[in-house]
Each structure stands twice: as structure tokens, then as C-alpha cells.
């Protein structure tokens, strides 16, 4: 596996909390963006829904057409892979309207979607613990994952029921039921065990990423965001822990 070298943004909807944050790896060969792998913690659609009087799930159902505008402009922009933040396994303690509408727009998405997205050639994963979900859920996604498997445009990984520390507990949990020698276990090995992905995600390949925070709500979440983002990212003088990048 590739030596992942991650850049997050993140979105501030005030200054108190976080909004959004993206995380990426940089490609084998550059993109016009510069980056390989970018990841969104798509946060703000509840305060987006509070200010407009509506219910805290119009604003996820917008941050799912958020969620389609990034996608085409990350494949505009190259990019190989691009990692969302669905659903954290912390999630579950929201009410359960809340949790239920999630699920159901999840599953509602993957449906309208799918079709659009294998002929465009995104490769869906999904990162998390799928079988805590309900059966249609789970088989909605293994189709999904099944049927996009060879395309190789932009790979999109659905972060849904996903944890950071959760996907660290299953990584170890599968290695030693497959009986390694612990001489054996290597930073390689445990990056690739459990598709190892900060709020509690991709917290293994954040080790070496730059952060970006901006203001905007993720429903409000655009292409200019995006390349904003971007631009910062191509700013930045990458180190990786040594004086000079070599
Ligand atoms: C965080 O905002 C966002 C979520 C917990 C859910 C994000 C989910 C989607 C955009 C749709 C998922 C569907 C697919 C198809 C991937 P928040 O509710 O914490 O917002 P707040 O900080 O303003 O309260």
C-alpha cells in the first residue's frame, strides 16, 4: 500500500466547532490537483437545517447533493480517491428518527445512485462495520460494491458505521485469528488488515496529514470550496517529519 500522505480541510460552520475536514495522499503521478486521496468529514448539515426552521434531516438530504457536486469535481480534479464520513459508529447515540432517517437515506442513495455512479466509473467501497446495519442495507451495499468493483475512475469510500478506533479493534481482532507471528506484524501489515482509514477517523493514515477548516456548512459545500481547499494543499511545504522533502 501506497505510503499515505493526507491532507484534511476542514469546514467550520462557527468557530467553536468543526464542520468538514478532507484528507489526501499524493497520487503517483500528479493530478491537477496535486492530490491522491482526499477525505471529508461532512459536518455542519444539522445547523444548516436549524437556521432554515427545518428538520435536522433535510439538512443531511442536502449534504447528500453536497456530497454529489464534490464527487464530480474531484474527478475534475483528478483525484483518485475520495473518503466520506457517512455515519461514525458514535452516531448510533442520536435520536432515533434522526439515526432511522440516516439509515434510510443511505440506503435511498445507494438505490437512485448506483447506476450513475458505475457508468461514470466510480469504484464504491464502503469503510465500517457493515454488519451492524440492516440486512436490505447490507445488501444494498454489497451490490454496490460488487458492481463497481473494476472501475477505476475515482474510488469513493462511504465511511457508514465506520470508527477509526473501531476499524484499529477489527485490524488487530483479524490478525490474530489469521495466527500471525507478532515478529511478523509490520505498520504495513496493520494498514492494510482492516483498510485502515480523525473525529475518530482514518485515524492510521492521518499521521502525516495537513488540516484545512473553512467556514462553510457542508449543504453549502461547493466546487469553489473544493478548489479553495485544493489551492491551500498546493500552498503547503510537505516534510514528513525530516528538515526537507526529498
Ligand atoms: C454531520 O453533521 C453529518 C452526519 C452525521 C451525516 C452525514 C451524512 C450525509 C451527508 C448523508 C449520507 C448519505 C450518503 C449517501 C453517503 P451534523 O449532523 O453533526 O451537523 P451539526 O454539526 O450541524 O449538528
Redesign the pocket.
Known sequence: MARLQNYFTSSK?NSA?Q?QSITAEQPASEGISGVRHLAI????????A?KRHLP?LA??KA??N??RRTLECAVDEHIEMLS?????TE?WG?PRTEVEG?MR??WE??RS?IEKLHREGVRLRHLGRLKDLSPDIQKAVQDSVDLTCNNIRIGLN?C?NYGGRAELVDAVRQIIADGRDPESISEELISTAGEMRVSNFLLWQSAYSEYYATPT??PDFGKEDLRAALDSYRRRQRRFGRLTTS
Do not use: E, P, Q
Not at 466520506?84 to 461514525?88: I, L, Q
Open positions: 460552520g466547532s464542520s468529514i461532512m459536518d455542519g448539515n444539522g445547523r444548516w436549524t435536522r439538512g443531511h449534504g447528500v453536497a456530497l466520506v464520513y457517512a455515519f461514525s452516531n442520536r440516516l437515506l443511505f442513495t445507494i445512485d462511504v457508514f456548512l457542508w
